[in-house]
Every structure is written in C-alpha cells, then in structure tokens.
C-alpha cells in the first residue's frame, strides 16, 4: 500500500511539475499512458488530488524538493529538444483516457461519448482532461500557419490593355481585320484594307483578295505576289492593321468562370486574368488549352514565374477553350525558408525540387526538415535532409528548423498563449513589457488562447547559486498596463507560465436531469438559453415540455424555481449552475397548475407553487403586452363545496393587486383583458393612376371611395373599368376551389390512362393524356387574385353612392391602369395576341384579326371577360345562330379548347372551368400591364 502512494504521489507530483515547473512532454506522456491502463490509478488519483487541493502548501514544498533533484538540469527548450517535440506531435490526440478507433477505411469510429464532445461546444471536461489538450492546440496552431500559394499573386494586378502589335503568323484572318499595305518606288499606294463580309480585301488596281481564314503569313504572300506583278520595281510591305475581337471560354477551377472577349494578340496568362485568376484548388501548373476539342497547349505557370519561360503561354485563337483543372498535389512549406508557401508539385517532383523551387532555406537553417502528413486518420512526423530526393504526398507539410543556441537572453513561454517558445528579450525587460511588445506586434488574439486568465502569471526562476527554483507570480493584466508592483522583471533563462481559467477558476456548468437523452454536467456559456441546454441534452418522447423546472442559485444561496414551455425556452437564459429537470408527462397530474391568458407575452399553464402572486405569474408569462389594459383583470377561483367544484369570478383592480402582490391559488385563472379598440393597423395598397400610390391606414368602416380620395383621386389617364380590386380571403377561397378542381384533374388522368382505347374513337386516350397534362402544368403555374369585380366611377361623389363602394378589409388592393386602347384575344386561335380597340367591331371580327380559330376551338364555349373582371358567354340560339356581345375597350375575348370531340369524356365540365380559371387570372393580369 505504501508502494502505491509512493507512485501516487510521485504522479501528482508529474502533474504538478508538468503545468507549474514544466515537467517534459515524453515524462508526461508516459504519465497519461500509465493512468489509462490502471483504473484503481485513477481512482486513487482524483481521491488523493481533492486532499492535496485542501492540503496543498506542505505537500507542494516536499513535490518541490524530490522533483528538483531528478529534473532540474533538463533545459526545456523547444529550439534544443527535437525528441519531445516530435513526441508531442505523436501524441497530440491523447486527450483523456480513450485514443480514437478507427475502421479499415481510415475513419474514426465514433462513439456516442467522443462524437459528442467533438461535435458540441457543451462538453464539460475538469481540469486534468485538459492537460493534453492545451499541448494539442498549441501544436496544433504551430502547424497551421496561414501560408498563401506560390504565384497566386500573379494575377492582382493587370493594366486590362491588351496591344494589336506584333500579331504572330499562324494568325488566322476574319472579317472585321484590317491590313496595312505600303507601295514605295516608281509606284507608291498607301492605305489600310478592311476584310469584308465576302472574305476579301479590294485593293486598287489589283482587284478582291480573298483573305478570309489564311494565316496572317501565307496572306501576306499572296498580297504581296499580287502587288509585285502589278508594282513592278517596288518595295511592298503589308501587316496587320487591326484585329476583330474574338471569343474564347475559361472554365474549370477560375475564380470568374465564363466567356471572355479578345484579340490577336492575347495569350493564356491574359484570358486567365480576365477571369481574376485561378482560385484556391485550381492548377497552377497543368493549365489546359483545348482547340477543336484537343488539348495543343498546356501552360505551366512556374516555369514563367522561376526561370521566365513561357512555352505553353501560347496565343489563342477564337473558340478556344482555357481549362484549370484542380491541383493534384499541393505541399506546405514552412520555418526558415526564403520563400514559406503552399506550393504545387508535379508528379515526378520531390524535397529537392520543392526546395530549389521556393529559392531554398536562409544561411542559419537546420540542414533537415520535419515532414508532417495525414494518412488514413493517422498523424505522423519524420525527418528527411533538404536535398533528398524523396516524393511527397498530397497535403504534407515541411518545416525548415533554425539553428539556435541558448544565449543569455531568452526566456520560455507556457501555458495558454500560442507561442510555447523561446523568445528573447531586452536588459530590462518586465513579464509586462514582454507581453505588451508581443501584442503590439502580434494582436491580442494571436497571443493569448481563449480563456486565458488574465489575472495571473507565474515565473519560475533557478537560483544560479544554489541552482534552488523560486516561484515569483503577479497579475498579468495589470503587469501589461505598467504596474510595476505586479509585475516580474526578467532573467536569462526563466520560464513563464500562462494559465487557462479553468486551471485557475472553476468550470461554469449547468445541469439537466429528467426525462432527457443525456442527462449531467454541460459547459455553460454567457448568453446560453434553456433551449440550448434542452437541444445538447436532447427530449424524449416521454419529456414534459410544457412545464420545465430551471432552478437557480441566488446571491444569498437561496433557490429560485422557475417552470418555463417549450416555447418560450428560446428567451430564458439561463445563469452559471442553474438545474433544469425535465419530468415526465404522465406525471403531470401530480402538479398543480395555474393559468394566465390575454394581453401577455407568453399566455398559458404553468406550474403552480406555494406562495405563487400575481407579479410572479405575469414574469413568468414574460410581462404585459403593450396593448394589456392597466386597469382591471379578471380572476377565476375555484372551490369544493359539497363535493361539487365551483367557481367564482372576480374584476380585480390591477394597481391594487400589483401594488399588494396579490396572492394567488392554484389552479387560478387570471384573463388580462385587451385595451379596447387596440388592434394592429389595417392597411389597403393602392397602385396606379391614383394622384399618390401607397399603403393606407383604414379606419374601421372606411369604405373604398373614401381612401381613393384621400389618395388626391384619380389621374386624367385612370382606365376605370379596368381597374383590378383584390381581397385576401376572396383569393383563399379560389385557390381552394381552383386546388380541388386540380385534385379531381389529377383522379381523372389516373383513371383514363387506365383505359384501354375504345375502337372507333377519333382520339386515343394517349393524345388525350397529353392535353391535360398540358392543361395541368399551366394550371399548376397559375395563381388565383382573389378579384371582387367592382365598377370603378371617374365621378367618385357618384362612385361614394353607389354599391360596388365596398367595405375595406385589410390587405385589399386596388390596381388602377392606364387608359387602354386594345382588346385581346387568347386561346385556339391561331395568334394569341392584343388588337387596337376599333369601335362597333364584332367579336368575330376580332377573332379574324387573331388568325381565326384553330380546329380545336369551341366555337360555342366563347366567353368575354370585361376589363372590370364579370365575364359574359356567347349564346347559340336555334335558327338565330350566335349572340354578338358588345366588345369594349380593355376586354379579353377567350377562345377555349373544345372538349367533347373526345367520346367516353365524362368530365368535360371540369376541364372548362379549369380553363375558365386560368383565362380570367390572365385577363386580369393583362389588363394591369402584368401579362
């Protein structure tokens, strides 16, 4: 037994040493593997840690004293110490007492635990589970610094001018380009030739040239043959005068992908600043150009930004394509390197050539470099020398080291803070003065990790005489304004440890229990809310969720009991240690209950407790409403009175009871009445020829006259009988018919398609399906206005009187259009289309003007659909033929698709009022200019 807590002790003391005196990671390693593997150890050790907490002073000088004779000559430098840091590395990811599984794929296996803690930011963890952790972000950062590619620069900035000089040969000629031809000697002609639509170039008294899709230089052959048989004797030049614009694609990993317009002289590196260069996974190196569909180029920016070779930067000619596939192989380089980036490699390429590519390391680097790569989940560090010839995988990262020796001016850092390193300072140098340097240089945020205690500091310093350790400590914010009476000044050599609040405070939590999935400890957060604690816990389908318990601790250790809804979990927050227990519903009979409703936030049952007033009751339905009337509420009481339960209504004065906090019972019900006549403001929008278009307040009773008048009334140019009226339960109600009518649509397909085709009929169930299907989609596109047909009057003192002046609702609109001049005709006509309104023209002429009708019209289904919304069918009578409607200006004539040439249909009926539909919403569309 005694063996045992010599080996407790001594691993308390590790733990000790490892955040105070900076104890090594490969002891502390060895530390966490032991615990894992011995759970009697661990037990122990959380009893044997709560007494060295209550007893700690006497027991730290004897920790003190045996560690300091076993480590005390261990330099812990991370410049010095190879080994442990890449130790460290190894095992950045033993974090508590479980190492990840993972399946044959390489991906972590997930437990409900270790899911849940990587996946929630609530996962509450004690102290000593963060002993790795730390150590973990800390690597973590080193290893993640921000790097940008190599030659991602290259496309910032660009003048955009594109110059026509110097047009290469293969050039081939298009309509549009232009050539200069000189003629010097006995005869001289100067001037420059467009090509034109034919292809040729007129030259005079040579005669057309055809010249159209020839490269520049055979052209120039040809021209220049012509010109020397006629120009005998003379010096002929003739070149590119200028070039027609061309377009070429960019597509593929570009940050603007799309069609680019350019010239004869441009190349890939010009088409690919057009489209703001290649973005973050794109090639760099492996750029494609595809001509007629084959690859004739491929450009290698590195070799243009490293040695100024441009071969695949080659001309483009109109209709190429410029693909950027993804990069394949994309490496980082770190550390003491002239150039640290994200470089791209080749498949061939390896450590060499990365490091001749980047312009290799600075005179005072390691000669080898750390490798760092991921495979298969599994994290691994090894060393290679900078000139080996070794391939590297996608996604590794290389850090270039730097040779440093222990002068007599460094310190280390520790603890929560980003740079776990050594760093030098000045003869003068304070904990304050060092931190304030780093953060001027640095920021805040790239300095110290989150939840760093501010308020404290520890420097460890060894006497150089007696070669003892001491302790000094301070505050560090105050140390970092200038107090010079909590600050340290520093020494060659000391160590300074910086600790995370959770090593210094206790860790804020809260706790939920009951009917929930995952009941315990939760990290709590400043501003989290019951619905937070609700989600990360998660309900069950037993969970009562309409009488959540929240019990909260007050500042004089009192307990505050609150029950809250689902509902309104999203607006409680809750305070560091509340208890949230969620029951179960089929113990809700057990509660007692009492009810508020009316004018406050949150009206419902909440669970009644003893000594329960009338103030309590409205905090917990969230306080008042605005419009809640101040003055009186009622109050309904319940009594037993001869095995019969009464109740008794009370109108209590609501200052009184406010001011007295009116006791209440349970299973009370209290009604807070509504000030009234308090409603939200109904409104009615008016649009078009009105004098001021806009949103209206209504009054109660304020009929449509009125609110067209105190929107300055009508325009000179107000089309009143077109004028549109919507209403918002008018269009519920159409769209459910219209919805239902659908519905029975969609019956009938299903049943017809079912059918065989009967013989002797003139159109098969296939061609029949088509149409209504066609008839369906249109339908499915249409939405009903939700019209109230009104007659409109210019004269709105005639207009006030008469009654289509309706009673305004709220959400009416009123569409007004501009005065029309036309008739439209839609449906089986040959051209659906709007004519110019002509007075005491027929219907039938208005049809003819459209094509006349198709053979599929219905000639006895026609109807008019005024502009003012009523519609009127035309009327066949017996010997007399067609009724003739009258055709008013604004009015839409629908033709519709005759049905019954169909036999067996039975459903005809339907179809037409479909399409009766969806003709009336067009109309009314039309006739507002929406159509």
């Known amino acids: 037994m005694k063996k045992i807590f010599t080996r407790l ?114 996962f509450y963890e004690d102290q000593i589970s963060l002993v790795g952790e730390i150590e973990k972000r800390q690597v973590s950062n ?118 680019y317009t350019l010239n004869a002289l441009s190349k890939v590196k010009d088409a690919l600043f057009l489209a703001n260069g290649i973005s973050d996974i794109g090639t760099l190196r492996n750029i494609e150009i595809k001509r007629n569909g084959k690859v004739v180029a491929v450009f290698d920016l590195y070799e243009l930004l490293k040695g100024g070779k441009d071969n695949g930067d080659v001309y483009l000619y109109p209709g190429d394509v410029v693909f950027v596939p993804a990069a394949k192989k994309t490496v980082y380089l770190d550390g003491n390197v002239k150039a640290p980036a994200i470089y791209e490699l080749q498949n061939n390429e390896t450590l060499k ?21 991921s495979e298969n989940g599994v994290r691994t560090l090894f060393e290679a020398k900078q000139n080996e010839k070794i391939a590297l995988h996608d996604g590794d990262k290389i850090v270039v080291g730097k040779i440093s020796d222990v002068t007599d001016n460094q310190v280390v850092l520790y603890g929560n803070i980003y740079k776990n390193d050594s760093i030098s300072i000045s003869k003068n140098d304070t904990v304050g003065s060092l931190f304030k340097r780093l953060i001027s240089f640095y920021g805040t945020e790239k300095v110290f990790m989150s939840n760093t205690d501010m308020n404290y500091f520890v420097v460890k310093r060894v006497d150089k005489d007696t070669l003892e350790p001491k302790i000094l400590s301070g505050d560090l914010l105050s140390a970092i304004n200038g107090d010079k009476a909590s600050d340290v000044k520093l020494q060659s050599e000391d160590k300074i440890f910086i600790f995370n609040q959770s090593m210094t405070q206790d860790i804020k939590y809260i706790t939920v229990n009951g009917e929930v999935l995952r009941g315990g400890k939760f990290k709590y957060f400043n501003g989290m809310k019951l619905i937070d604690a609700l989600m990360v816990a998660g309900t069950k389908k037993e969970s009562d969720l309409n009488k959540i318990k929240v019990m909260s601790l007050k500042s004089d250790h009192s307990y505050d009991i609150r029950y809250y809804d689902f509902k309104s979990a999203n607006n409680v927050e809750l305070n560091p240690y509340d208890d949230i227990n969620v029951t179960n519903f089929n113990n809700s009979e057990a509660f007692e209950q009492i009810t508020i409703k009316g004018s406050v936030l ?55 009871a406010t001011k007295n906090n009116l006791p209440l019972k349970a299973f009370d019900e ?31 009773g304020e009929k449509l ?70 008839i369906r989609k249109r339908a499915a596109e249409t939405t009903m206005l939700g019209r109230l047909s009104i007659k409109l009057s210019a004269n709105l003192d005639a207009f006030e009187k008469s009654e289509y002046n309706v009673v305004l609702k709220a959400g009416d609109t009123l569409v007004i259009p501009e005065m029309e001049q036309s008739v439209a005709i839609m449906g089986e006509v040959m051209n659906t289309t709007a004519v110019t309104y002509i007075e005491n023209n027929t219907l039938w ?10 053979e599929s019209a219905d000639d006895e289904g026609i109807f008019v659909v005024r502009a003012n919304g009523e519609s009127q069918r035309i009327k066949k009578r017996f010997l007399l033929g067609y009724s003739n409607p009258e055709i008013r200006t604004g009015d839409t004539i629908i033709v ?11 459903f005809a009926k339907d179809i037409t009022g479909i399409i009766y539909q969806i003709a009336v919403s067009a109309a009314a569309l039309k006739t507002v200019g929406a159509l």
């Open 9 to 122: 002790a001594f691993m308390i003391g590790l733990f000790g040493a490892y955040y105070l005196f900076g104890a090594t990671t490969a002891e502390t390693t060895a530390l966490i593997t032991q615990l894992k593997n011995d759970k009697s150890l661990q037990d122990k050790l959380k009893t044997e840690m709560q007494k060295t907490t209550a007893n700690s002073n006497s027991k730290d000088k004897t920790l003190d004293k045996n560690l300091n004779t076993t480590k005390e000559d261990m330099k812990l430098t991370l410049v010095n110490d190879n080994n442990n840091s890449k130790q460290s590395d190894l095992n950045a990811t033993d974090v508590n007492s479980s190492k990840p599984k993972f399946d044959e794929n390489g991906k972590e296996i997930y437990t409900l635990d270790n899911y849940y803690k990587n996946f929630t930011p609530f």
């Open 353 to 373: 050539d990365l490091m001749e590519i980047s312009g290799g390391s600075n005179s005072d680097s390691t000669t080898t470099v750390k490798i760092f790569r």
């Open 670 to 700: 209290v009604m807070i009445r509504q000030i009234s006549q308090w409603d939200e403001a109904k409104t009615i929008t008016l649009k078009g020829e009105v004098a001021y278009p806009g949103i209206y307040t209504i009054m109660p």
């Open 602 to 656: 949150n009206e419902g049952t909440y669970i009644y407790s003893k000594g329960l007033t009338i103030n309590d009751l409205i905090n917990l339905a969230g306080g008042l409403r605005q419009n809640a009337n101040r003055e009186h509420f009622e109050l309904v009481s319940y009594s037993i009175e001869n095995g019969v339960r009464k109740h008794n209504i009370q109108i209590v004065s609501f200052a009184d």
């Open 845 to 854: 002429d208005y049809i003819d003007q459209a094509g006349g009708m198709k």
């Open 142 to 259: 080193k290893e993640n610094t921000i790097l940008e590619r190599f030659g991602a620069k290259f496309f910032n900035n660009t003048s955009g001018d594109l110059m026509t000089t110097g047009v290469p040969d293969d050039y081939i000629l298009s309509t549009g380009d232009s050539l200069k031809i000189a003629v010097y000697g006995l005869s001289e002609y100067e001037g420059e030739l467009e090509i034109n639509k034919d292809g040729k170039v007129i030259i005079p008294q040579v005669g057309a040239i055809t010249v159209r899709g020839l490269k520049y230089k055979v052209a120039r052959s040809v021209i220049y043959n012509k010109l020397k048989a006629t120009y005998p004797n003379t010096t002929i030049n003739v070149t590119i005068g200028t070039t027609s614009p061309f377009s070429v694609s960019v597509v593929g990993e570009v940050k603007k992908p799309g069609l």
């Open 705 to 774: 006259s009125s609110v067209i008048k105190r929107a300055g009334g009508l325009t000179p140019t107000a089309f009143v009988q077109g004028a549109v009226f919507t209403r918002v339960d008018i269009q519920k109600l159409q769209q459910d018919a219209f919805k239902k009518q659908l519905d029975d649509l969609e019956s009938s397909m299903l049943y017809l398609s079912s059918q065989p085709d009967e013989a002797g009929k003139t159109g098969g169930s296939a061609e029949m399906l088509q149409i209504l299907d066609s």
């Open 896 to 906: 519709p698709f005759k049905m019954n040439r169909f036999s067996g249909l039975k």
